[in-house]
């Protein structure tokens, strides 16, 4: 199994981030790692996956656009209207390239910590639940109910995650992502017979 030096990567991911979004950085890390511990998932690659989520975060819009033209990477119709979202699809080609990351679980939990997909991987869910609810969160709906579910019921909590997402992002008059609208549809029936609504 290869193992992934945490210590180096963050040296070198601190170098490109702000404070703010290098504490956060730490925060999803150890939250994925806890997470990892939880339900018995590879904590070495929830630590790798944690820590390079954001590694493409402060690239400027206009630079992540012609970065990911210029190595072929796909860009939506959402993705262009909020191009700052490119980030989770080019930070999984920076992991691979700059931080020798070549594992495709690390690299698809990274590339879905935005948006979700349905049927996730364990690793997918982990990294996406702990960059909503690291501790240095605190103005997301429903974080300490959130924060009890993800240890004991994952798929309940990413229900709750994508369904407070979509609220935010309609009440707020933004485009959903069709791959989030999916995630949510699929969480929801995963979960029909055992919901708690979210007031």
């Not at 939880?38 to 904590?43: E, P, S």
């Not at 709750?160 to 699929?186: C, F, G, P, S, W």
Request: glycine residues 4%; contains cysteine.
């Amino acid at each position: 199994m290869k193992e992934y030096n945490i210590g180096k990567m963050q040296l070198q991911l601190k170098k490109h981030l702000d404070v703010e979004r290098f504490n956060h950085t730490l925060g999803v890390m150890y939250t994925s790692a806890a997470l990892a511990m939880c339900y018995k998932a590879d904590i070495k690659k929830a630590q790798a996956a944690g820590l390079l989520h954001d590694c493409a975060k402060r690239i400027p819009d206009d630079k992540m656009i012609s970065m990911c033209r210029k190595q072929n990477i796909r860009i939506n119709e959402y993705e262009k209207a909020n191009p700052f979202l490119l980030h989770a699809k080019l930070g999984a080609f920076m992991a691979k390239e700059q931080y020798d990351i070549h594992d495709k679980e690390i690299l698809s939990a990274i590339r879905y910590h935005t948006t979700g997909r349905p049927e996730m991987t364990l690793l997918e869910k982990i990294v996406y639940i702990a960059d909503y609810i690291e501790p240095w969160r605190y103005k997301a709906g429903n974080l300490p109910e959130i924060r009890n579910f993800a240890f004991w019921d994952i798929d309940k909590a990413l229900y709750m995650i994508l369904k407070n997402t979509l609220i935010y992002l309609q009440k707020h008059n933004r485009i959903v992502d069709d791959m989030t609208e999916k995630a949510y549809n699929y969480y929801k029936e995963l979960n029909s017979n055992r919901i708690t609504e979210i007031k």
